[in-house]
């Protein structure tokens, strides 16, 4: 049995639609049942458990072999992923599909990669089988761009020219389906790119051309990102964790491109094009 968590948010649910047409048997975790169930249906396996509450882990985790780890981003997440390793290690789970980010190691010069990092080493220090998946940016973080979009013509980033293999996250979840219900996938490090580098201004001029009118690109400063992150409801830690990742792109972090998706999934990943395409509707 496999068990699904963080799958509510949008890979985890991404996971969930392509994991169900496998037909593979899967649980998914919430601490919301209800609310799970009315996002996905009532016809799929769920139980109730919280990161939060390691007690609640155990009976959550009793009779499964595969866990797909997955926990929103928080200033806690170090903290409930490794709740839910030592609960893996208690439930003698077989094997952990751990989402992570390119670059994890707990030495790691930014705060995200760290706390991926420290999660990871806990992992491979459990003796549990996994596998690691290193996604790049999402090319659906342009959503939160949207309204900026529609009523200015103009999105915002901390990015320079800086180019970026963005990936789709239909890409990112097929990945994960198939280290979930594959074997060979064991002891790999994913990572997982779009099939080119992109920057920003080639992105708005892609915009431009798909939605018929102007889409202009404004490269902002750190200090200006990170106060807007805040203003949205983000921690003051989580968003300089965010607006460090922009640094490190702005360095040429996010460039390379891999063929993971294609090697894994057997076709080709989604170039930004195609995502503006089939989302047009959000940013008109």
Same mark, same amino acid.
């Given at each position: 049995?496999?068990?699904?968590?963080?799958?509510?948010?949008?890979?985890?649910?991404?996971?969930?639609?392509?994991?169900?047409?496998?037909?593979?048997?899967?649980?998914?975790?919430?601490?919301?049942?209800?609310?799970?169930?009315?996002?996905?249906?009532?016809?799929?396996?769920?139980?109730?458990?919280?990161?939060?509450?390691?007690?609640?882990?155990?009976?959550?985790?009793?009779?499964?072999?595969?866990?797909?780890? %997955?926990?929103?981003?928080?200033?806690?997440?170090?903290?409930?992923?490794?709740? &839910?390793?030592? #609960?893996? =290690?208690? !439930? *003698? @789970?077989?094997?952990?599909?751990?989402?992570?980010?390119?670059?994890?190691?707990?030495?790691?010069?930014?705060?995200?990669?760290?706390?991926?990092?420290?999660?990871?080493?806990?992992?491979?220090?459990?003796?549990?089988?996994?596998?690691?998946?290193?996604?790049?940016?999402?090319?659906?973080?342009?959503?939160?761009?949207?309204?900026?979009?529609?009523?200015?013509?103009?999105?915002?980033?901390?990015?320079?020219?800086?180019?970026?293999?963005?990936?789709?996250?239909?890409?990112?979840?097929?990945?994960?389906?198939?280290?979930?219900?594959?074997?060979?996938?064991?002891?790999?490090?994913?990572?997982?790119?779009?099939?080119?580098?992109?920057?920003?201004?080639?992105?708005?001029?892609?915009?431009?051309?798909? %939605?018929?009118?102007?889409?202009?690109?404004?490269?902002?400063?750190?200090?200006? &990102?990170?106060? #807007?992150? =805040?203003? !949205? *409801? @983000?921690?003051?830690?989580?968003?300089?964790?965010?607006?460090?990742?922009?640094?490190?792109?702005?360095?040429?972090?996010?460039?390379?491109?891999?063929?993971?998706?294609?090697?894994?999934?057997?076709?080709?990943?989604?170039?930004?094009?195609?995502?503006?395409?089939?989302?047009?509707?959000?940013?008109?």
């Amino acid at each position: 049995m496999i068990l699904l968590t963080g799958a509510t948010g949008t890979t985890g649910s991404a996971t969930v639609a392509q994991l169900r047409r496998t037909g593979h048997p899967f649980r998914i975790m919430s601490r919301d049942v209800g609310r799970a169930q009315a996002q996905f249906g009532h016809d799929l396996d769920y139980v109730e458990g919280d990161f939060a509450r390691p007690e609640s882990l155990d009976a959550a985790f009793a009779g499964i072999e595969t866990l797909s780890l %997955l926990c929103a981003f928080s200033e806690g997440m170090v903290e409930f992923e490794l709740n &839910a390793v030592e #609960a893996a =290690v208690r !439930a *003698g @789970i077989r094997r952990i599909v751990k989402m992570s980010a390119i670059g994890a190691a707990p030495d790691a010069p930014t705060t995200i990669r760290r706390w991926h990092g420290v999660i990871e080493r806990r992992i491979d220090e459990s003796g549990i089988l996994r596998t690691h998946l290193w996604p790049n940016a999402f090319m659906q973080n342009f959503r939160r761009f949207a309204p900026l979009i529609r009523e200015r013509g103009e999105f915002y980033a901390p990015l320079g020219d800086a180019r970026v293999s963005l990936v789709e996250i239909e890409d990112v979840a097929a990945v994960t389906v198939a280290a979930l219900i594959e074997d060979g996938h064991e002891g790999e490090t994913y990572e997982i790119t779009g099939p080119e580098a992109v920057s920003y201004a080639e992105c708005a001029a892609i915009l431009s051309e798909e %939605l018929g009118r102007q889409v202009r690109y404004v490269s902002v400063s750190d200090e200006e &990102a990170r106060a #807007a992150l =805040v203003e !949205a *409801g @983000i921690g003051p830690e989580a968003a300089q964790a965010l607006v460090e990742i922009d640094g490190l792109f702005r360095e040429g972090f996010g460039a390379p491109v891999t063929d993971v998706v294609e090697r894994v999934t057997g076709r080709r990943a989604r170039d930004f094009r195609t995502f503006v395409r089939e989302n047009a509707g959000l940013f008109r």
